[in-house]
C-alpha cells in the first residue's frame, strides 16, 4: 500500500468549505484513492472514493492530481457534525483498508 | 449506504472469560468482512480478514487462536476473544465489502467496545 501524508490537524469555521490535503506519492496505478472519516468512538464511514477523474458525491468532492500523487477532500459547507478524522487511504478495490493516523478536523462555530 | 451492524455494542467480561462479537451486512452479501481493533488514540489496525467458507486470514502479530473468526454465512461473521485479558480491551471494528467490480466499498460496523477485568 502506498504511504500517506495528512495533516495532523485542521481548522475549519461552520458553513466554510474544508479542504483536506493528501500526499500519496508512492500510489500504484491501479489502486484507488478512498477517503473515510471516523467520529469518537464510531465505526468508520464512508465519504469518496476514485481512480484518476475528479469524483462528488452527495458528501464531499475529491480531487486528484493529474500526476495521482495527491489528491485534496472538500467538504463544501462544513457543520459541526463534520468534526471527525478524515482517512486518506489509497488501495486496491476490494483489499483491506491500511488507516494511517489522518487529520482531525474540528468544525468551529 | 449499505448498513453493518454488530453486536453487542459494549461488553465487560472477567479476565479468563470468552466473548464472541457479531457482524453481520444487513441489506447486501459479503463474501468478504474485516476484523479491527482500534486501542484509545489510536488507528485502526486490521486483525484479520474473513472469506465465507474459508479460514481466515491473520494478520502478523495476531493469534488465530485467540482471536477465532467464523464467517459461515454471506452475511455474518463472529469474532471471539477466548481467555480475554485486560490487554484485549480495545473497540472492535468490522467491516464488510460489497462487491462492485473495481469499484468494491467496505461499510463499517458502529464498533464493540470490549471491557475485560
Known amino acids: 500500500d502506498a504511504k500517506t501524508t495528512q495533516p495532523t490537524s485542521m481548522d475549519c469555521a461552520e458553513g466554510r468549505a474544508a479542504n483536506l490535503p493528501c500526499n500519496h506519492s508512492t500510489i500504484s496505478g491501479n489502486e484507488y484513492v478512498y477517503w473515510y472519516r471516523q467520529i469518537h468512538s464510531q465505526g468508520p464511514q464512508y465519504i469518496i472514493h476514485?481512480?484518476?477523474n475528479n469524483e462528488t458525491n452527495e458528501m464531499a468532492s475529491l480531487i486528484i492530481t493529474e500526476d495521482r500523487k495527491s489528491s485534496t477532500l472538500i467538504l463544501p459547507h462544513a457543520t459541526l457534525r463534520d468534526t471527525a478524522v478524515y482517512y486518506c487511504i489509497p488501495t486496491n478495490s476490494g483489499y483491506a483498508l491500511n488507516f494511517g493516523k489522518g487529520t482531525s478536523l474540528l468544525v468551529t462555530p | 449506504g449499505a448498513v453493518v451492524s454488530q453486536h453487542p455494542s459494549w461488553v465487560i467480561c472477567k479476565s479468563g472469560t470468552s466473548v464472541k462479537i457479531e457482524c453481520r451486512s444487513l441489506d447486501f452479501q459479503a463474501t468478504t468482512m474485516f476484523w479491527y481493533r482500534q486501542f484509545p488514540k489510536q488507528s485502526l489496525m486490521l486483525m484479520a480478514t474473513s472469506n465465507e467458507g474459508s479460514k481466515a486470514t491473520y494478520e502478523q502479530g495476531v493469534e488465530k487462536d485467540k482471536f477465532l473468526i467464523n464467517h459461515a454465512s454471506l452475511t455474518l461473521s463472529t469474532l471471539t476473544v477466548t481467555s480475554a485479558h485486560p490487554e484485549d480491551s480495545s473497540f472492535y471494528i468490522c467491516s464488510a465489502r460489497r462487491a462492485r467490480g473495481v469499484r468494491d466499498e467496505q461499510f463499517f460496523g458502529p464498533g464493540t467496545r470490549l471491557t475485560v477485568l
Open positions: 476514485g481512480l484518476k
